[in-house]
């Protein structure tokens, strides 16, 4: 992993290829590489869309090795969505083999001047771009497919459905999972709609010849690896919880502690969560012949997710992730899994964040677009997207558009970014992460629900402000930290408890680049890129009044607690006061 690929889609001869040394971003991986990147070289002030905006694709620091857990890939750029600077990371392939070929990023730059779509095909013998009209208006399924009978079957895909043609703000980036599925998405914040400007369809990767990335103290990495598999099977979150049932076995958990936003935000318990919930998602894909336990990417050994079959026993989706159904489920009334994981399967080909969608759904049938509960209406809008009608354009850009196109004032968004699946008036902790997040309302951020409600690295109250800033602070600083590693986020609930799994990260990160980091230096890494994503957002205009959640949380009760959101606005302004 010691150069970089550039290539500016709007050279004058057609996409011109460059490669360089790491240069001033030597030592960053996954989100400390991105967010560099466009802190440095994107004017803040540019739009989204425009010729100035970056699309950096970067692997983590010990992707493409034989460490477990380390093959996510960050996605960076301005956000057609937000406005701020944007990470949005996702599992699958795509990181392991771009590592293994060497690539520390992918730098998309400039714009094409025509409305020609482009492929870019990569392996050890160099970069190949190809205008591919053919791929226009394909969903990321059928672009996989065609990619697989051009290149054959040992490839990854990082690829846009029609909403990232279109360039919608809710527009995800797809990577494929082992067996070559565009369900990996980093979706949150229109990175599609930034690809989709540089006019790339796919990018397919193909590692064959290439070795796995060896480390500078092989044993120590061995031992240091050993001892981290350890900690992650140990805990009984990361050994238990989320390979048994995914992470859709919050739904029970968080419906219970009444932070489970219904209709739209109007309520914390649903009636229909039984029915939709992991226990009974994992008994269902069993009972099809699908699979409740499964890695997005190889090395993974908590593998949260699964295969979804529909009634006849044929593949439908991968196992719905918990923000998901809650987002179609939940928040829009619906309770049946089979509709949701429709509704799954239509995001991922058309290319779509789920929590945009599902939260823009939900607002759409405040406005009376359609009924709550009514799963077909839902599969139908969805439909209007891929189709790029103007409703579908309207809910393809996001909560925020089509709350103000149709109207509602109850519009869950922070920064123009819809809010995941945790009411932050009775989990109060994730709330001040929403609010505060350089990201807009982005539950991974800083996952306060972990000590909120499951009761991982402390216990404070979710329902009341008192701790709630120093959560989220800490929280914000590690995930920061992880996001750079290439590490899936799910290894923190071990990591909080557990001392001794922590320190394994340290030493496999120590052990494969030959450093000597402290718990400390971890600390101050979070803490530079939060700096680096605070500072952008200052020069694209955000202030501290940009870090408020929306007032009917803190106006509404919410059932069946009755609390609104207390934590004080001075006290978010602390958030970053360290
Ligand atoms: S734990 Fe889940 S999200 Fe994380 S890498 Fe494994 S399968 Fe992917």
């Known amino acids: 992993m010691d150069k970089i690929l550039r290539i500016d889609m709007g050279a004058a001869n057609g996409p011109e290829v460059k490669e360089t040394g790491l240069g001033e971003y030597a030592g960053m991986g996954g989100r400390a590489m991105t967010s560099s990147v466009v802190s440095k070289e994107v004017p803040p002030l540019c739009h989204a869309l425009g010729a100035e905006n970056k699309l950096v694709i970067a692997p983590g620091l010990l992707s493409g090795t034989t460490g477990a857990m380390s093959g996510r890939i960050s996605v960076g750029c301005k956000?057609?969505?937000?406005?701020?600077?944007?990470?949005?990371?996702?599992?699958?392939?795509?990181?392991?083999?771009?590592?293994?070929?060497g690539y520390a990023a992918i730098i998309l730059e400039g714009k094409p001047a025509n409305d020609d779509l482009y492929k870019?095909?990569?392996?050890?013998?160099?970069?190949?771009?190809?205008?591919?009209?053919g791929l226009k208006g394909l969903g990321n399924y059928k672009t996989v497919e065609k990619m697989k009978e051009e290149f054959g079957e040992k490839i990854s895909c990082i690829s846009i459905g029609q909403a990232g043609e279109m360039k919608l703000a809710a527009a995800s980036v797809a990577c494929t999972d082992p067996e070559l599925r565009p369900t990996r998405h980093a979706g949150r914040g229109g990175t599609g709609a930034v690809m989709g400007a540089k006019g790339v369809k796919v990018i397919v990767l193909d590692d064959t010849g290439m070795k796995m990335r060896v480390p500078k103290d092989p044993e120590g990495y061995k031992d240091a690896n050993k001892r981290f598999v350890e900690g992650l099977r140990n805990h009984a979150v990361t050994g238990q919880?989320?390979?048994?049932?995914?992470?859709?076995?919050?739904?029970?958990?968080i419906n219970e502690a009444?932070?489970?936003?219904?209709?739209?935000?109007?309520?914390?318990?649903?009636d229909g969560a039984a029915k939709i919930s992991g226990e009974t998602q994992a008994e269902t894909e069993k009972a099809r012949g699908g699979v409740a336990t499964h890695g997005c990417h190889r090395g993974c050994v908590i593998r949260c997710s699964g295969i979804y079959n529909d009634k006849d026993g044929n593949y439908l989706t991968k196992q719905p992730e918990y923000e998901t159904v809650w987002a179609h489920g939940g928040n829009c009334g619906i309770d049946d899994l089979d509709s949701i994981a429709m509704l799954d399967f239509l995001d991922d080909d058309i290319g779509l964040d789920t929590i945009e969608m599902g939260a823009t759904i939900g607002v759409a049938m405040d406005a009376g677009l359609a009924r709550f509960?009514?799963?077909?209406?839902?599969?139908?809008?969805?439909?209007?997207?891929?189709?790029?009608?103007?409703?579908?354009?309207?809910?393809?850009?996001?909560?925020a558009v089509t709350g103000k196109v149709f109207?509602?004032?109850?519009?869950?968004?922070?920064?123009?970014?819809?809010?995941?699946?945790?009411?932050?008036?009775?989990?109060?902790?994730?709330?001040?992460?929403?609010?505060?997040?350089?990201m807009g309302a982005d539950h991974t951020a800083g996952?306060?629900?972990?000590?909120?409600?499951?009761?991982?690295?402390?216990d404070v109250d979710p329902l009341k402000p008192e701790g709630q800033i120093e959560l989220s602070r800490n929280l914000q600083i590690a995930t920061a930290a992880i996001d750079s590693t290439g590490m899936c986020l799910f290894i923190a609930f071990a990591l909080l408890d557990?001392?001794?799994?922590?320190?394994?990260?340290?030493?496999?990160?120590?052990?494969?680049?030959?450093?000597?980091m402290t718990a400390d230096d971890v600390t101050e890494l979070g803490k530079k890129i939060l700096k680096t994503e605070r500072d952008f957002n200052a020069e694209a205009g955000f202030t501290s009044k940009h870090d408020r959640l929306p007032r009917f949380f803190t106006n509404d009760a919410l059932a069946p607690h009755n609390v609104t959101f207390t934590v004080k606005d001075e006290e978010l302004d602390r958030v970053f006061n360290w």
Do not use: C
């Open 407 to 438: 109207g509602v004032e109850r519009v869950p968004v922070v920064k123009g970014q819809a809010l995941p699946a945790y009411d932050p008036r009775a989990v109060q902790g994730i709330g001040v992460t929403y609010a505060t997040s350089t």
């Open 258 to 270: 009444g932070g489970y936003p219904t209709y739209n935000f109007k309520q914390g318990r649903f």
């Open 447 to 458: 996952y306060a629900v972990a000590t909120n409600i499951l009761k991982v690295g402390g």
């Open 79 to 101: 956000s057609p969505l937000t406005g701020t600077i944007k990470e949005s990371n996702a599992g699958g392939q795509a990181a392991q083999v771009l590592a293994r070929l």
């Open 373 to 399: 509960g009514d799963a077909q209406a839902a599969i139908d809008l969805l439909k209007e997207v891929a189709k790029g009608s103007e409703l579908g354009r309207i809910l393809g850009s996001g909560a």
């Open 498 to 516: 557990q001392p001794d799994t922590f320190q394994a990260l340290l030493d496999m990160l120590n052990s494969f680049h030959g450093l000597n």
């Open 241 to 253: 919880g989320l390979p048994a049932y995914g992470t859709n076995v919050l739904t029970n958990v």
């Open 120 to 133: 870019v095909f990569i392996d050890k013998d160099g970069v190949k771009i190809s205008v591919d009209n």
